[in-house]
């Protein structure tokens, strides 16, 4: 994907997890058992002036991107997880990245059944879909924080980076 200010290009890589031992099987998790399972995703970003390639995050989880402010400056990357002691397992990261500074901020963490996350344009905020179960787990896990009140109404909500507590 090109940025919009066509500064620079995003490209994904898919990385090999670790092998499995032949002799000792070890199941980090239920869906160790399919081919691929220890794969990620990484996002790698190509500054097309200087031709630097580098990867967006390091770590051991897979990454997308999920939007682009209007002017490029800023983007919202997806941090995906599973935790497999809560139903649902799967969980969603939402940070917001500046390419420009390599600043990363947290918009919230570690959250359940989001669908899809974009910037608001001419604002700071970002919106979220989500399922509507979602709305139910984040009243039960988080009732104070007021992007979930939110969400305990609607399926979708705009959070306001001034709203949100950043941990």
Known sequence: MISPD????????????????????RRLSPDDRQPGARDRQALYRYDIATGVYEPVLYGYRSVSLLDFSADGSQLL?????????????????????TPATGRI????????????????????????WARPIASA????????DAWATAMSTSS????????????
């Open 6 to 25: 066509k500064r620079s290009i995003y490209i994904y890589e898919e990385i090999k997890g670790p092998e499995k031992d032949k002799l000792l099987i």
């Open 77 to 97: 990357l997806g941090l995906y997880t599973k935790d497999w002691q809560h139903s649902p397992f799967d969980q969603t990261t939402v940070l917001r990245y």
């Open 105 to 128: 901020d947290t918009v919230f963490t570690k959250q359940f059944e989001i669908g899809s996350v974009s910037f608001i344009p001419g604002t700071e905020d970002v919106r979220l």
């Open 137 to 144: 787990v984040w009243a039960i896990r988080s009732p104070t």
């Open 156 to 167: 979708s909500a705009s959070i306001s980076p001034r709203a949100v507590s950043r941990p």
